[in-house]
């Protein structure tokens, strides 16, 4: 048997990896985190993908829900060079005769902006908004009895109902187009159960914490992550690809920030014969193509509030992005769909050289599709932004097996680690008492893959740290302390 040289090893270093690598170094053991690329980050890497001086997200670019996260709240990521900016509006859903609906911070500012379904948001929205604080460690982990069963109840009632179903809260088509937009996060059709529950987290992190942007590109979320848990004693090793849990060195713990699919071929040989089969039949939602530019100047859009938003819905009204989300669902590429566009240089000059910009926009598509939906993109954006083009410096375009290949947990392009669906959301990847257990002695999985799924907020990584914590070292982790 070899030597134990660690007591854990973390594969991986998204956001997930990082966050369990951070909660086991935290109760005293010693950690080494690994990663394939040269660079750490995972999902949240930066880098001039289009011209010299232009720096683009290469996929997470907004983060609200790391503002909301109890595990990123432990970490005094501020004291390790972390700046969030909030731009001036949330987000901004433009519609074709030029008006555009506003997710504002303020939960008054962004109803007063629906006419008429200004009662109806505020009834809607604003006992989310009162009880989410208190529900987020139970909305944030693993299926298990509720801290506050009363509230979870009341939450349920508005987020598990098909955000098609949920519209009918709304009468215009602005408040309906906002809806549709937020709950289109989701990446599945709206049809759905449990949809809305997208849109409400959301719209109410939206008015809780705003939806920031990292100073400098999502690498600073990393490097911050990253130099807390080096300052606390954690080790880091970079260019370090592993195809097989032998190629490790000895541990008692390791921790894998992966999918299913990456699972069975680095550990599949550990794994019991049903565990395995109940992994091939985990499944991924659709994928994603996206787009950065260089732009020579701001966006020309014709509502003036999308110009002061750091995120911009393009889909126009409710029925257009349920059809579009339905039909890419299907299988079915279209000429007109959903588009979730950042322009993160309008309040971080730091990415960009002086006067210019940068922008940063994906559309869902088929897993697996390798269709060019460059033109299509651009003409949605041209769509609600009439010169969009001419201002276009540079571009960079990656489809959903180039994105694939950048980072493999992005299987087909899907980069929520698999749908979540109603039958994969707290059941991901298997239904089992622990989702982050394997079957395998001392393997654990602590990606996307596992409750609470995708999004840069870490508490995959954190639950599934505590989970071994308990397992292996007999230590009962109960609260996010700082160190």
Request: aromatic share 8%; with cysteine; charged share 20%.
């Amino acid at each position: 048997m070899r030597k134990v040289e660690y007591d854990a090893v973390v594969v991986g270093s998204g956001p997930n990896g990082l966050a369990g690598a951070i909660t086991l170094q935290r109760a005293g053991l010693s950690v080494l985190v690994v990663e394939a690329k040269p660079t750490i980050g995972g999902g949240m890497r930066s880098a001039e993908l289009t011209l010299p001086g232009f720096v683009h997200d290469v996929c997470s670019a907004i983060h609200p829900m790391a503002m909301l996260s109890p595990f990123f709240k432990s970490v005094p990521l501020k004291d390790f060079g972390l700046e969030m900016i909030q731009p001036e509006y949330a987000a901004a859903h433009p519609f074709d005769d030029g008006n555009a609906a506003v997710l504002h911070q303020s939960l008054a500012e962004t109803a007063d902006g629906l006419g008429i379904d200004k009662g109806a948001y505020l009834d809607f929205m604003q006992p989310l908004v009162e009880d989410l604080p208190g529900l987020l460690p139970d909305l944030l982990g693993p299926l298990e009895w509720p801290k506050h069963p009363v509230d979870l109840a009341a939450f349920g009632i508005k987020a598990l109902p098909p955000a098609s179903w949920t519209r009918k809260f709304f009468k215009t088509k602005e408040a309906r187009g906002l809806w549709a937009g937020m709950a289109a996060h989701a990446i599945q059709p709206l049809q759905n159960v449990a949809t809305s529950a997208f849109g409400i987290m959301l719209m109410a992190a939206a008015h809780l914490k705003g939806w920031p942007i990292p100073k400098g590109g999502s690498q600073s979320v990393a490097n911050a992550l990253t130099d807390y848990f080096k300052t606390i004693g954690g080790e880091v090793e970079t260019d370090f690809e592993v195809k097989s849990l032998d190629e490790l060195p000895a541990s008692k713990v390791v921790l894998l920030d992966v999918t299913p699919k990456q699972l069975l071929s680095i550990a599949g040989e550990k794994l019991s014969a049903s565990h395995r089969k109940r992994l091939e039949r985990f499944r991924y939602g659709m994928g994603v193509f996206k787009i950065d530019w260089a732009l020579e100047e701001p966006i020309p859009f014709k509502a003036e509030a999308c110009k002061k938003a750091g995120t911009v819905h393009l889909g126009n009204t409710f029925e257009e992005i349920a059809y579009s989300e339905k039909s890419l669902s299907n299988g079915k590429h279209i000429e007109k769909p959903f588009v979730l566009l950042a322009q993160q240089s309008l309040f971080d000059p730091s990415r960009v050289p002086a006067g210019k910009q940068a922008a940063w926009a994906y559309c869902h598509v088929p897993n697996g599709s390798t269709k060019d939906m460059t033109d299509i993109i651009e003409n949605q954006v041209e769509r609600f932004a009439p010169g969009f083009k001419d201002v276009i410096k540079g571009k960079h375009v990656m489809n959903t097996v180039q994105i694939e290949a950048y980072n493999p947990n992005y299987v087909g392009g899907d980069i929520n680690g698999g749908i979540q669906d109603i039958f994969q959301l707290y059941s991901r990847p298997t239904l089992q008492f622990s989702p982050y257990r394997t079957s395998a002695e001392g393997v654990y999985l602590c990606s996307s893959s596992t409750p609470p799924g995708g999004g840069v907020h870490g508490m995959c990584g954190y639950h599934a740290a505590k989970q071994a914590l308990k397992d292996v070292f007999k230590i009962k982790t109960t609260q996010f302390a700082r160190v």
